[in-house]
């Protein structure tokens, strides 16, 4: 349970508010206590040391990510008091010790007396990558051009793997639905093109336990490499479900 505390000093009016969780032993609140920098009025010291921290942990997230293609803005979410009270020159490392998150644990390296300390701290971390967008609207079916993209900075917690990261992977490609300006590029909304056009013939196979048969067959719609389509054969009167291999080339999945 947490309970918010109010304590008042004899030369400040203005609350500090410390969070307790009596879930800690009592030890370790005389170490440690939870920065909340919008609620917590810092002494100097520990503002000129807190902001050394986040100086230092960005030097070390820049060691470790290309600047040009990132940046990433960092907030205290926790930092021991022990630290706090340190002077800024003390502070000598902040190395993260995990794979970077929006809360991301780093370890601080600092000089007490004659001999070299560490302490873990966490930090929020809000990381963003400079990613192609579309500079204008670009229509369905439109081939995209090197002069159809820009670069605008994207939050990389919305990417997850779903959004186009370089320019090179868009250019010559169609697009499948209307990009709006400045609308970053997701990977299914472009492709490089249809091996298999609606209405066009093409060569079914079926290739099962060593028995290869190939028939002629109409597609129903438009596909790209590995995109399963439904053809339709005169021949037989049936439909087929296949999936595209090569140019006017589907392999046989089942008979509709």
């Given at each position: 349970?947490?309970?918010?505390?109010?304590?008042?000093?004899a030369?400040?009016l203005?609350?500090?508010?410390?969070?307790f969780?009596?879930?800690r032993s009592?030890?370790?609140?005389n170490?440690?206590?939870?920065v909340?920098?919008?609620?917590?009025?810092?002494?100097k010291?520990?503002?000129?040391?807190?902001?050394?921290v986040?100086?230092l942990?960005?030097i070390?997230?820049?060691?470790?990510?290309?600047?040009?293609?990132?940046?990433?803005?960092?907030?205290?979410?926790w930092?021991?008091?022990?630290?706090l009270?340190?002077?800024?020159?003390r502070?000598?490392?902040?190395k993260?010790?995990?794979?970077?998150?929006?809360?991301t644990?780093?370890?601080?390296?600092?000089?007490?007396n004659?001999?070299?300390?560490s302490?873990?701290?966490?930090l929020?971390?809000?990381?963003?990558?400079?990613?192609p967008?579309?500079?204008q609207?670009?229509?369905s079916?439109?081939?995209?051009?090197?002069e159809?993209?820009?670069e605008l900075w994207?939050p990389?917690?919305?990417?997850?793997?779903?959004l186009?990261?370089?320019?090179?992977e868009l250019?010559g490609?169609?697009?499948r639905?209307?990009?709006?300006?400045g609308q970053?590029?997701r990977?299914a909304?472009v492709?490089?093109?249809?091996?298999?056009?609606?209405?066009?013939?093409a060569q079914?196979?079926?290739d099962e336990?060593?028995?290869?048969?190939?028939?002629e067959v109409?597609?129903?719609s438009?596909?790209?490499?590995d995109?399963?389509i439904?053809?339709?054969?005169e021949e037989?009167?049936?439909?087929?479900?296949?999936?595209?291999?090569?140019?006017?080339?589907?392999?046989?999945?089942?008979?509709?």
């Open positions: 349970m947490l309970l918010i505390m109010s304590l008042m000093t030369d400040l203005s609350e500090r508010s410390c969070v969780d009596w879930e009592a030890e370790e609140y170490r440690v206590f939870t909340e920098s919008d609620n917590i009025l810092l002494s010291i520990a503002t000129d040391t807190q902001e050394r986040l100086e942990a960005s070390a997230l820049g060691e470790n990510y290309d600047t040009n293609r990132y940046r990433f803005e960092l907030k205290a979410r930092i021991p008091k022990s630290i009270d340190l002077t800024p020159d502070i000598q490392t902040v993260p010790t995990q794979k970077i998150d929006r809360n644990t780093f370890e601080v390296r600092y000089q007490t004659d001999r070299v300390e302490s873990q701290i966490q929020v971390v809000e990381i963003e990558k400079r990613l967008v579309a500079n609207r670009i229509p079916g439109e081939t995209i051009k090197e159809m993209l820009g994207v990389v917690a919305t990417n997850r793997g779903q186009v990261e370089n320019s090179d250019v490609y169609k697009v639905r209307t990009l709006a300006p970053p590029v990977h909304e492709t490089k093109g249809f091996l298999i056009h609606s209405g066009e013939t079914l196979i079926f336990t060593g028995v290869r048969i190939e028939i109409i597609a129903q438009s596909g790209e490499q995109e399963e439904i053809f339709f054969s037989t009167k049936n439909r087929y479900l296949g999936r595209i291999t090569g140019p006017g080339v589907a392999k046989w999945r089942k008979t509709l």
